[in-house]
């Protein structure tokens, strides 16, 4: 069964660092989505990624995140220079983007720690 | 702003003993109810979607009901491996993108 994957599992990382989360999503998928959940807490939208270009965004997805899918099948969440605060797990997910099939398959997720 | 409230928070169960999780959604035009099941350390994985009052769906043990304001989450007769936080998420909505809100889940324990 098709499945979404994210590398690495576990980054650790200084504040300050620039940090790049790898995801593979599901290949006849169109829509591409990161979240993220802070430990004990609520999983939270960052982006949605459609044709190439960000479609919608949360506020916590400020200039010092980026996304960019750069060949046909990667999808990478960039972190310029992490705080204290991005310490969380974070999951990519996608989707079809045919109607009435909304559903997001999430990956395993990437645990950030930033020291 | 699209708000989503799951309770209870935890919930113990003994093994074979029914119970209903709730999800009550306050969002400007519901595109899709989700439910989802979490285990630690790892990603959602999707259960169910709902779409409109009235609709049910159903998977082994687990039954997922909506109305207009509320979902339940139906579990028959659990098993220790329905162990799991059970998380629900709304999409609102929108022009574009297909954002999910998600409430916090509900922490299951089913013991033998």
């Known amino acids: 069964e098709p499945e979404v994957t994210q590398t690495p599992s576990h980054q650790v990382t200084q504040m300050g660092q620039e940090v790049i989360l790898r995801c593979v999503p599901i290949s006849n998928h169109l829509y591409f989505y990161w979240y993220r959940q802070i430990l004990g807490q609520k999983v939270e939208f960052l982006v949605s990624f459609y044709n190439n270009e960000i479609s919608e965004k949360s506020e916590i997805f400020d200039d010092q995140f980026s996304v960019e899918r750069p060949d046909g099948s990667n999808f990478t969440l960039k972190i310029r220079s992490t705080k204290l605060e991005d310490s969380a797990m974070y999951f990519c997910?996608?989707?079809?983007?045919?109607?009435?099939?909304?559903?997001?398959?999430f990956g395993p997720g990437t645990r950030l720690t930033v020291t | 702003e699209d708000q989503v409230t799951q309770s209870p928070e935890a919930l113990r169960l003994q093994e074979g003993e029914s119970s209903s999780l709730n999800c009550s959604y306050t969002v400007s035009g519901l595109r899709g109810l989700f439910w989802y099941r979490q285990d630690p350390g790892k990603g959602p994985e999707f259960l169910f979607t709902?779409?409109?009052a009235g609709e049910e769906k159903e998977k082994e043990r687990l039954k997922a009901t909506l109305t207009k304001k509320e979902s339940f989450l139906h579990i028959t007769a659990p098993k220790p491996e329905d162990s799991a936080t059970y998380l629900c998420?709304?999409?609102?909505?929108?022009?574009?993108?297909?954002?999910?809100?998600f409430g916090a889940g509900t922490i299951l324990r089913v013991k033998s």
């Open positions: 709902l779409y409109s």
């Open positions: 998420a709304v999409r609102a909505f929108m022009e574009y993108g297909n954002k999910l809100v």
């Open positions: 997910a996608s989707s079809t983007g045919a109607v009435y099939s909304y559903e997001q398959y």
